[in-house]
C-alpha cells in the first residue's frame, strides 16, 4: 500500500471519529425522557461488539427476558435502535402509528451498494414520495385477497407438478421446492414456465437471494450504521464489503431485467399469457396516462421474484421438519384429508375451509420456524415517546419476529410443533393469535401474503394427501435424527438434513400420475 492511501486511510478514521463524537453529543443533550432498558453502551462504539454475528433475534429475546422489557433500546455506532419483542409493542407503534413508523431505514449496503433499490418492500418511502406510492398501489391492488384468487389455477398447477417431482426423486425435497417456488413466482408475475432442471430463472433467483439474506440482518455490516462507510475506497483495510456489494449487485440487475425483458419480448411477438407484468403492459398502452410506469413494473415484479424466491420455500421446509417432529400431526391431518377427498382426488382450494387441522398445521409452520425471524426493519423520522420512554429520531425499529412467535404466554410449549394449539373442539380458535407477525407489521407488512398462505396451504394439503414423511434411516436401520437448526440468515432456512418421503398408497402415486394428463382429477 502506497504512502497516499496509508495517509488517506488516517484521514478518514480521523474524520470519522469526530463525526461521531459530534453526533453523540448532540443525541445526548436532545434527549429529554429515558430511553428504553438495553445492554450497557460503550463509549462511541455503543453495542456494537453485544450483537452476535449469528441468531441476533434469540439475542434479542434473551435480553427483553433479563431487563423484563419488550422494548428495548440499542446503540450501533451512534444509531439509534429500537428492538419490540410483543405483539402488544409492536401493534401499538407499528400498526397504530404506522403513520410515522411506516418507513424503512437507508440500508446503504442492501439498497445503495447491492443494487436493490427496486425492491418496494425495502425502499425508503420518504425518498421517493409519489413513486413509492404507486408502487405500493400496484402491488397492494394486484395482491389483494381477491385479486389474488385468480392465480389459484396456476398455483395448483405448480403444486402438482412438485407431486410429480417428488415422487420422481424424493430425496430432493428441497431442489423441488426452490423449483415449485420458482414455478409459481415466474406464472403469475412474468407468464414464463420454467424449465423442469437447470432453470435460469431458478438458478439466478437462488443465487441472488441469498448475499441478500445474509446482507438483511440488521447490524452485519458497519455501513448500514455509517453510511459515510459507502465512499470508502475499495482497496481500503476492511472495505471487503464494497468487493462483495459489487459482485452482488449484478446478480440484483439481473433478477429485475432478466425475466422482465422476456416477458417483452412474447409480448411483442403476441405469445404473452396473462400475468402480473404483461396486465400491466397492457393497461399501460390502452390506458396510456395511468398512475405507473414502465418502471413501476420493473420494480414490482423484481419485488414478488425476490419475495417468492427463498420465503416459501423456507415455510415448506420447516413443515417437513414438523412432520419428522410430530408423526401423530401428520396422521391427524391425512384422516381429515381423506375423510373430505375420500382418496379420490387430490385436495383443492374449496376444501381448505372443510379441513381445520390442515389450516393449523400452515399456521405452526409460519409460526414455529418462521421464515423471517426479525422483520424488514422500519425507521422513526420524527422523535416519539412510548411508555414513558423516549424514542429518539431516526431510530431503526425492529419487530422481533421470534420473540413475539415464540411468547410462551400466548403459544405454550412454543418451542414445539403442535398444530393444536390453533384448535379447540375441531374447529380453529379464534382465541389464538394467527401468526400474522410473520408477514411484517403496519403498512409495510407483506403485500402478498394472501398468496403466499394460498400457497403454502395447498401445497402442504396435497402432500399429506400423497406422501408419507418420515426420518431417514442409515445402512444400519437406525433413524437419522434431524438437527432442526438453522442458518443465521435474514430469511430462516434449515440447515441440511435428510427425511424419506414415500407415497401413502398405489391410489395415491395413480392420482398424482393423473396430474400429467391434463385432465382433473377425481
Not at 348 to 372: G, H, Q, S, Y
Not at 400 to 408: F, P, R, V
Request: net charge neutral; charged share 20%.
Amino acid at each position: 500500500m502506497s504512502t497516499v492511501q496509508t495517509l488517506t486511510g488516517a484521514r478518514w478514521i480521523a474524520g470519522l471519529a469526530v463525526v461521531l463524537v459530534l453526533y453523540r453529543l448532540y443525541k445526548h443533550r436532545s434527549r429529554r425522557l429515558p430511553l428504553p432498558p438495553g445492554p450497557k453502551k460503550l463509549p462511541l462504539v455503543g453495542n456494537m461488539f453485544d450483537i452476535p454475528a449469528v441468531h441476533t433475534w434469540e439475542t434479542y429475546m434473551a435480553w427483553s427476558n433479563e431487563y423484563n422489557s419488550d422494548i428495548l433500546h440499542l446503540d450501533l455506532a451512534g444509531t439509534s435502535v429500537i428492538v419490540l419483542s410483543s405483539v402488544e409493542a409492536a401493534d401499538a407503534l407499528l400498526n397504530k402509528r404506522s403513520a410515522i413508523y411506516s418507513d424503512r431505514p437507508r440500508f446503504p449496503m442492501v439498497m445503495e451498494l447491492m443494487g436493490w433499490s427496486f425492491n418496494v418492500e425495502t425502499q425508503v418511502r420518504t425518498h421517493l414520495g409519489d413513486e413509492w406510492r404507486a408502487h405500493r398501489r400496484l402491488l397492494t391492488q394486484g395482491f389483494t385477497a381477491k385479486a389474488s384468487a385468480k392465480y389459484r389455477p396456476k398455483q395448483l398447477a405448480a403444486t402438482h407438478e412438485l407431486l410429480r417431482r417428488i415422487m420422481q426423486g424424493p430425496d430432493d425435497f428441497m431442489v423441488h421446492f426452490r423449483h415449485w417456488a420458482a414455478d409459481i413466482t415466474m406464472r403469475v408475475t412474468y407468464g414464463i414456465d420454467v424449465q423442469p432442471v437447470n432453470d435460469p430463472y431458478v438458478s439466478l433467483a437462488r443465487a441472488a437471494v441469498a448475499p441478500l439474506s445474509i446482507a438483511g440482518v440488521p447490524g452485519k455490516y458497519l455501513v448500514d450504521s455509517l453510511p459515510i462507510l459507502k465512499y470508502v475506497p475499495s482497496w481500503f483495510p476492511g472495505a471487503g464489503f464494497k468487493r462483495d456489494a459489487a459482485r452482488w449487485s449484478k446478480l440484483a440487475r439481473q433478477m429485475a431485467d432478466v425475466p422482465l425483458a422476456e416477458t417483452k419480448r412474447q409480448i411483442e411477438l403476441g405469445i404473452a399469457p396473462s400475468s402480473f407484468v404483461a396486465d400491466g403492459f397492457k393497461a399501460l398502452k390502452e390506458r396510456g396516462n395511468t398512475y405507473y410506469t414502465e418502471n413501476t413494473l420493473r420494480a414490482m415484479a423484481g419485488t414478488l421474484y425476490v419475495g417468492g424466491a427463498d420465503t416459501v420455500v423456507s415455510a415448506m421446509a420447516s413443515f417437513v421438519l414438523g412432520m419428522l417432529a410430530n408423526p401423530e400431526a401428520q396422521r391427524t391431518a391425512q384422516a381429515e384429508i381423506d375423510l373430505v377427498t375420500q382418496g379420490k382426488r387430490l385436495p383443492n382450494f374449496e376444501d381448505e375451509a372443510v379441513m381445520p387441522f390442515v389450516a393449523a398445521i400452515v399456521k405452526e409452520t409460519l409460526r414455529w420456524k418462521n421464515v423471517l425471524p426479525i422483520a424488514v426493519p422500519h425507521y422513526l423520522n420524527v422523535a416519539d415517546e412510548f411508555r414513558g420512554y423516549s424514542i429518539p429520531a431516526n431510530s431503526i425499529v425492529i419487530g422481533n419476529t421470534w420473540a413475539i412467535l415464540h411468547d410462551e404466554t400466548v403459544y405454550p410449549d412454543p418451542y414445539e410443533f403442535k398444530p393444536e394449539r390453533f384448535l379447540s373442539d375441531g374447529k380453529l380458535n379464534t382465541a389464538v393469535p394467527n401468526p400474522e407477525a410473520a408477514f411484517g407489521f403496519g403498512r409495510r407488512a407483506c403485500p402478498g401474503k394472501h398468496m403466499a398462505n394460498a400457497s403454502v396451504w395447498v401445497a402442504i394439503a396435497s402432500i399429506l394427501a400423497t406422501f408419507d414423511i418420515t426420518k431417514a434411516v442409515d445402512k444400519d436401520g437406525q433413524e437419522i435424527q434431524p438437527s432442526y437448526e438453522f442458518d443465521s440468515g435474514f430469511i430462516n432456512n434449515p440447515l441440511p438434513f435428510k427425511c424419506s418421503i414415500q407415497p401413502r398408497c398405489e391410489n395415491a402415486e395413480t392420482l398424482v400420475a393423473a396430474t400429467n394428463q391434463g385432465r382433473c382429477v377425481g
